[in-house]
């Protein structure tokens, strides 16, 4: 899990630095919809909601074609509440 959630960091951050890469916005979607799904699948519910409300973010971000201070900060308070809930966590099923 921690690799999953250090590429979704990466991912994030370059989508946030770099100019806009629809192609990796794709691709951060794709894993965070992947993440939310097998999180509920696996029973890990608080793990799956953060997951789900990055997802609803990007998907706002992905229409603007840009990252706004606002869902920055709210992003990186959510990836931090996904490690904590992956830390907390007793099993790894990724």
């Not at 951050?13 to 691709?27: F, G, K, M, Q, V």
């Not at 201070?69 to 996904?82: A, F, G, K, P, W």
Request: charged fraction near 25%; hydrophobic fraction near 40%.
């Amino acid at each position: 899990m921690p690799v999953k959630l250090d590429e979704l960091r990466q991912c994030w951050s370059a989508l946030c630095t770099d100019s806009w890469n629809e192609p990796l916005a794709e691709r951060l979607l794709l894993m965070l919809h992947n993440l939310a799904g097998s999180g509920a699948t696996y029973g890990f519910s608080d793990l799956s909601a953060y997951a789900r409300g990055f997802e609803r973010l990007l998907e706002t971000v992905v229409k603007q074609r840009s990252v706004s201070t606002d869902v920055r900060e709210q992003v990186d308070l959510i990836l931090d509440s996904l490690k904590q809930s992956s830390i907390s966590s007793d099993d790894d099923p990724f």
